[in-house]
T-cell receptor, first 114, second 114 residues
C-alpha cells in the first residue's frame, strides 16, 4: 500500500515566474496562520502570518491569501528566485488541551529552475 | 542576534544510551517548544514550556523528558534511546503560549539511534 507522508508535493517553476503554494487547513475555528520556509539542513524560517479577520496580507515579494469559506491558505511568491528553493509549509493555531497551539502541514517542495 | 541556538547539531547514539539536547534563546520569549520532524511529516510537538517554571506534554511525549532551566534555556532528554527516536529535533520559542505570534526555530539536532 501507499506510504502516507513520505512524498512531499512538489512545485517546479522558472526563475522570474510567480509561484503559488497551497495549503488546506482543518479547523474552521483556527484564528491564526503562518507560512514557514525550510531550506535543506536548516530550521523553519518565518515568512509571513495572517489572522482570521483578514483575507490578504502582503510582505516583501510574498502575499498570503486566506479563504475561510473553503479553509484554504495560499502563499504567492513574486518573481521567484533560485534562493527561494526550499520546503514551504503552513501552520494553523488550533485549540489544544490548554489554550491553543500551532499545528504544521507536511509542506511543499519548491524548486526554482534558472 | 543568535535567536534560537541548539546543541549539538549532530549526534549518533546506540540503543539504550541517554543524552540531553540543549536549547537557548536570546529573544526574551516566555514560551519554548521541542518538536521532532520525520521525513515527509509535519513537525510534531513533544513538550512545551508555556512560561518559566512550567512544562507540559505535547502530542508525542513518550520516551522524553524536559527541563526549563531558566527563561532562556529548555533542554530535552532521552533517558534510554530507541531507534524510533531517530529524527531531527527542533527547538522553538515564542513571545507567549497560544498568542497570535510566530514561533522562531533553531537549526535542529540530527539524531541517529543505532
Amino acid at each position: 500500500g501507499e506510504s502516507v507522508g513520505l512524498h512531499l508535493p512538489t512545485l517546479s517553476v522558472q526563475e522570474g515566474d510567480n509561484s503559488i503554494i497551497n495549503c488546506a487547513y482543518s479547523n474552521s475555528a483556527s484564528d491564526y496562520f503562518i507560512w514557514y520556509k525550510q531550506e535543506s539542513g536548516k530550521g523553519p524560517q518565518f515568512i509571513i502570518d495572517i489572522r482570521s479577520n483578514m483575507d490578504k496580507r502582503q510582505g516583501q515579494r510574498v502575499t498570503v491569501l486566506l479563504n475561510k469559506t473553503v479553509k484554504h491558505l495560499s502563499l504567492q511568491i513574486a518573481a521567484t528566485q533560485p534562493g527561494d528553493s526550499a520546503v514551504y509549509f503552513c501552520a494553523e493555531k488550533k485549540a489544544w488541551t490548554s489554550g491553543s497551539r500551532l499545528t504544521f502541514g507536511e509542506g511543499t517542495q519548491l524548486t526554482v529552475n534558472p | 542576534n543568535a535567536g534560537v541556538t541548539q546543541t549539538p547539531k549532530f549526534q549518533v547514539l546506540k540503543t539504550g544510551q541517554s543524552m540531553t539536547l540543549q536549547c537557548a534563546q536570546d529573544m526574551n520569549h516566555n514560551s519554548m517548544y521541542w518538536y521532532r520532524q520525520d521525513p515527509g511529516m509535519g513537525l510534531r510537538l513533544i513538550y512545551y514550556s508555556a512560561s518559566e517554571g512550567t512544562t507540559d506534554k505535547g502530542e508525542v511525549p513518550n520516551g522524553y523528558n524536559v527541563s526549563r532551566l531558566n527563561k532562556r534555556e529548555f533542554s530535552l532528554r532521552l533517558e534510554s534511546a530507541a531507534p524510533s527516536q531517530t529524527s531531527v529535533y527542533f527547538c522553538a520559542s515564542s513571545v507567549e503560549w497560544g498568542s497570535n505570534q510566530p514561533q522562531h526555530f533553531g537549526d535542529g539536532t540530527r539524531l541517529s539511534i543505532l
